[in-house]
């Protein structure tokens, strides 16, 4: 009888090419660091991210260009994007990347520039409660 | 009247849109808004597609080359 198939913790080498296959303008900066670009809508201006993967903790994500404005939502106190509510289990440490937190950068781009535009984020969020 | 059935009667969404703004002003959504409420409520059917630039793709639009489909999720964080 066959083992039922386990899935892996993806490694680093798994990682990259997952990431390359996806979204190619993406670099690996070695250090477990990837630097790219993504621009959710056609008209809208192309930013510059950074990615950290943690190894096993949930990687940051960091928008190095353009500059986020003052006051903006759904980001950490390191200045990282808040990508996904923890207690969701929507990212594991055996999720890939670029299926997952590449993705997810861009919805938040999308809403990010709605936000600018309008001051209502649109996307689908959880009220954060201060402990 | 007249105005109200051109409104109702358009069938491109955008000059339909338009089109309500004209009678309604800005309490009416931007066609960028109504998609936005488009986008959310894909998001968390995990609906959503990006393409390989990063542009979010509804369902039925299309682009060239590859996209992934994005998991669903909801945003969290700290709000300043």
Known sequence: MKKPFKEKVPDRGIQIFHLRQRFPQFQYKGKRVWIGTLQPMPSSQIYKIKIVDKGGAFPRVYVLKPKLVKGTPHLYSDGSLCLFYPKDFSWSKKSLIGETIVPWTALWLYFYELWLKTGNWYGESVEHKPN | ?80
């Open chain 2, 1 to 80: 009247m007249k105005k109200i059935e051109d409104a109702y009667d358009e069938e491109d969404l955008e000059k339909s849109v338009e089109k309500w703004r004209e009678i309604f002003g800005d309490e009416f959504p931007s066609s960028e808004e109504i998609r936005a409420q488009k986008v959310k409520a894909s998001q968390t059917q995990g609906k959503v597609m990006v393409s390989s630039t990063g542009h979010i793709l509804l369902e039925g639009e299309k682009t060239s080359g590859r996209t992934v489909k994005s998991p669903p999720q909801r945003f969290y964080g700290e709000e300043k």
